[in-house]
């Protein structure tokens, strides 16, 4: 005849896996741990029937056990709670990665009851402490209160929250591996936030041409402000690397820098990276998406290449500009973001406004404090800092060790450099990398700018152009028409008077004949084979 335990044993059993059951899916269904953890010891107590339950985590940095959660204890009584590995009951769970069962606490004078949370005992409780482990590792301790009852086993009680606190330790570790990440995470962060900052400190843009030092005087008045920047130049000038410099050295430095560039995609396609775009808004639409706006929410969004942008994503952007708020495409709840707007273009905005092809007002919204980037042919003395700068960057990134000579040197300051500091740079490079001696002569230098003339810097100096207006695009840009012309007309007149013989022309031009070679490709005069036979139509035109 089997005994009342016996019985019962059956419905023990499927009280276990009942509350396990119930543990695991709290487990499974939070990454919230402290949420997690009040579960479980809300179950315990439910299902068990275990009271004043507590879970302690051991910090290696105070060396001290402390509870992170408890059930029946005040915030205060929590806050007491902290052991030294060792120390009482619990502090020797922790230190010898044992169970301990207290049948009365009331009894053991070894219980340290720090907490102060039980009163008066008029009746016998049992305490139960497990550690918490992960793979031989103590992490902490789990303790629960039990009244005293004979029909209650406490090594079943011990095997339950043994399994219960396996399951409490790999959501601990698993915590702390998450917060390990985070942390590396953050700091990598903050390690590159830093390293932007320094690489766009003003102080590290090459440059100490009297136009560039008023650029980096506007760049940093404006940074300490959230006021929308025009950026105007030719391409290759810079206006990324300023724009970079205007977000990392302003109040949103440790915010995003989010860049768009509007002509490298059509009107629809534009308008979902911009605003973002609801599932379903069109066909391939599967999820929703945020837009470059969202994105840079609490920092900059550069818009490169604005005078591109098509008419009806103007209409929107002006909007933002003015409301700042925006709804994605294919939805209707309206969004507000916080954004710094820079932008920049190397068009003519003024012609495009004229021809009805950029808005009026919008250019209006952009241009509140514009700043113009001369091309390089226009501050030729920040040429030698230039070259110095790429040298020592791509011979460390080539493990070489190339210099130029000074003819070299003379013939890249002659150069127009129509590509501006870009082409400076790939110029540089391309000589570190096919160079196969270590000192650059001229003919090792990639065309065009082997063709370069010697003639003296004074020669190919332009006139600056007149602050406010557009920039030059490309060599034959408003401005320096009248310049143009006139060195075009006396190179024709020499080649009329020399009867089309080069040197003849050089001489009376007094330049080298390589400097007239120089002349003939760059205004696109007439082709060497043909000047003999053209002379007298030169003359005529002259």
Same mark, same amino acid.
């Given at each position: 005849?089997?005994?009342?335990?016996?019985?019962?044993?059956?419905?023990?059993?499927?009280?276990?896996?009942?509350?396990?059951?119930?543990?695991?899916?709290?487990?499974?269904?939070?990454?919230?741990?402290?949420?997690?953890?009040?579960?479980?010891?809300?179950?315990?107590?439910?299902?068990?029937?275990?009271?004043?339950?507590?879970?302690?985590?051991?910090?290696?940095?105070?060396?001290?056990?402390?509870?992170?959660?408890?059930?029946?204890?005040?915030?205060?009584?929590?806050?007491?709670?902290?052991?030294?590995?060792?120390?009482?009951?619990?502090?020797?769970?922790?230190?010898?990665?044992?169970?301990?069962?207290?049948?009365?606490?009331?009894? *053991?004078?070894?219980?340290?009851?720090?907490?102060?949370?039980?009163?008066?005992?008029?009746?016998?409780?049992?305490?139960?402490?497990?550690?918490?482990?992960?793979?031989?590792?103590?992490?902490?301790?789990?303790?629960?209160?039990?009244?005293?009852?004979?029909?209650?086993?406490?090594?079943?009680?011990?095997?339950?929250?043994?399994?219960?606190?396996?399951?409490?330790?790999?959501?601990?570790?698993?915590?702390?591996?998450?917060?390990?990440?985070?942390?590396?995470?953050?700091?990598?962060?903050?390690?590159?936030?830093?390293?932007?900052?320094?690489?766009?400190?003003?102080?590290?843009?090459?440059?100490?041409?009297?136009?560039?030092?008023?650029?980096?005087?506007?760049?940093?008045?404006?940074?300490?402000?959230?006021?929308?920047?025009?950026?105007?130049?030719?391409?290759?000038?810079?206006?990324?690397?300023?724009?970079?410099?205007?977000?990392?050295?302003?109040?949103?430095?440790?915010?995003?820098?989010?860049?768009?560039?509007?002509?490298?995609?059509?009107?629809?396609?534009?308008?979902?990276?911009?605003?973002?775009?609801?599932?379903?808004?069109?066909?391939?639409?599967?999820?929703?998406?945020?837009?470059?706006?969202?994105?840079?929410?609490?920092?900059?969004?550069?818009?490169?290449?604005?005078?591109?942008?098509?008419?009806?994503?103007?209409?929107?952007?002006?909007?933002?500009?003015? *409301?700042?708020?925006?709804?994605?495409?294919?939805?209707?709840?309206?969004?507000?973001?916080?954004?710094?707007?820079?932008?920049?273009?190397?068009?003519?905005?003024?012609?495009?406004?004229?021809?009805?092809?950029?808005?009026?007002?919008?250019?209006?919204?952009?241009?509140?404090?514009?700043?113009?980037?001369?091309?390089?042919?226009?501050?030729?003395?920040?040429?030698?800092?230039?070259?110095?700068?790429?040298?020592?960057?791509?011979?460390?990134?080539?493990?070489?060790?190339?210099?130029?000579?000074?003819?070299?040197?003379?013939?890249?300051?002659?150069?127009?450099?129509?590509?501006?500091?870009?082409?400076?740079?790939?110029?540089?490079?391309?000589?570190?990398?096919?160079?196969?001696?270590?000192?650059?002569?001229?003919?090792?230098?990639?065309?065009?700018?082997?063709?370069?003339?010697?003639?003296?810097?004074?020669?190919?100096?332009?006139?600056?152009?007149?602050?406010?207006?557009?920039?030059?695009?490309?060599?034959?840009?408003?401005?320096?028409?009248?310049?143009?012309?006139?060195?075009?007309?006396?190179?024709?007149?020499?080649?009329?008077?020399?009867?089309?013989?080069?040197?003849?022309?050089?001489?009376?031009?007094?330049?080298?004949?390589?400097?007239?070679?120089?002349?003939?490709?760059?205004?696109?005069?007439?082709?060497?084979?043909?000047?003999?036979?053209?002379?007298?139509?030169?003359?005529?035109?002259?």
């Amino acid at each position: 005849m089997s005994s009342g335990s016996e019985r019962q044993l059956p419905n023990r059993r499927v009280l276990e896996l009942s509350t396990l059951y119930e543990i695991s899916k709290i487990l499974g269904s939070s990454l919230d741990l402290e949420r997690s953890l009040t579960g479980i010891l809300r179950i315990l107590n439910s299902f068990m029937g275990m009271r004043k339950g507590t879970i302690l985590l051991y910090d290696a940095r105070t060396k001290e056990l402390s509870i992170r959660l408890a059930l029946g204890m005040t915030p205060e009584e929590m806050a007491r709670g902290k052991y030294q590995v060792g120390e009482g009951i619990l502090g020797k769970v922790m230190q010898h990665g044992l169970p301990m069962v207290i049948p009365d606490i009331g009894q *053991e004078p070894e219980f340290v009851d720090r907490t102060r949370s039980r009163g008066d005992l008029t009746q016998p409780v049992g305490f139960i402490a497990v550690p918490i482990k992960v793979g031989g590792e103590t992490l902490g301790v789990l303790s629960v209160d039990r009244l005293f009852a004979e029909e209650v086993s406490f090594e079943e009680d011990v095997r339950v929250l043994t399994i219960v606190a396996s399951l409490i330790g790999q959501a601990v570790n698993l915590q702390q591996h998450v917060m390990r990440e985070r942390e590396g995470l953050l700091e990598q962060t903050r390690s590159l936030q830093q390293a932007l900052r320094t690489r766009y400190r003003l102080d590290n843009i090459v440059g100490q041409s009297k136009w560039m030092r008023e650029i980096y005087e506007a760049v940093e008045q404006v940074s300490q402000t959230r006021a929308t920047v025009l950026i105007r130049g030719e391409s290759g000038t810079g206006k990324e690397l300023i724009a970079r410099a205007i977000h990392f050295n302003s109040p949103r430095a440790a915010g995003v820098f989010v860049r768009l560039n509007c002509a490298a995609l059509p009107q629809s396609p534009l308008e979902s990276e911009l605003f973002g775009h609801e599932k379903g808004a069109f066909i391939g639409a599967i999820a929703a998406k945020k837009g470059r706006f969202e994105l840079a929410d609490g920092g900059s969004l550069f818009l490169d290449e604005i005078g591109d942008m098509p008419m009806p994503v103007q209409v929107k952007l002006l909007r933002v500009l003015q *409301e700042r708020c925006f709804e994605r495409v294919g939805g209707t709840r309206t969004i507000t973001v916080d954004v710094r707007i820079i932008a920049a273009t190397h068009k003519d905005l003024e012609a495009a406004i004229t021809r009805g092809e950029f808005r009026e007002d919008l250019y209006y919204r952009l241009n509140v404090v514009p700043i113009l980037l001369p091309p390089l042919r226009e501050r030729r003395e920040d040429i030698p800092l230039l070259i110095e700068h790429f040298l020592a960057k791509y011979n460390r990134e080539n493990n070489r060790k190339v210099r130029i000579t000074g003819r070299v040197l003379q013939t890249m300051l002659d150069y127009d450099w129509p590509g501006n500091v870009r082409e400076l740079e790939n110029c540089v490079e391309r000589m570190v990398i096919m160079t196969r001696r270590r000192l650059v002569l001229p003919e090792d230098l990639p065309l065009p700018v082997e063709t370069a003339s010697n003639e003296p810097e004074e020669a190919q100096r332009r006139p600056a152009p007149a602050r406010g207006r557009a920039p030059a695009n490309g060599p034959a840009a408003a401005g320096f028409s009248n310049l143009r012309d006139l060195e075009r007309q006396q190179v024709i007149q020499a080649l009329a008077r020399a009867n089309g013989v080069q040197a003849r022309a050089a001489a009376l031009l007094g330049i080298t004949p390589r400097q007239l070679v120089y002349r003939l490709r760059k205004y696109g005069i007439v082709r060497a084979f043909r000047l003999a036979n053209e002379a007298p139509a030169l003359a005529a035109q002259a």
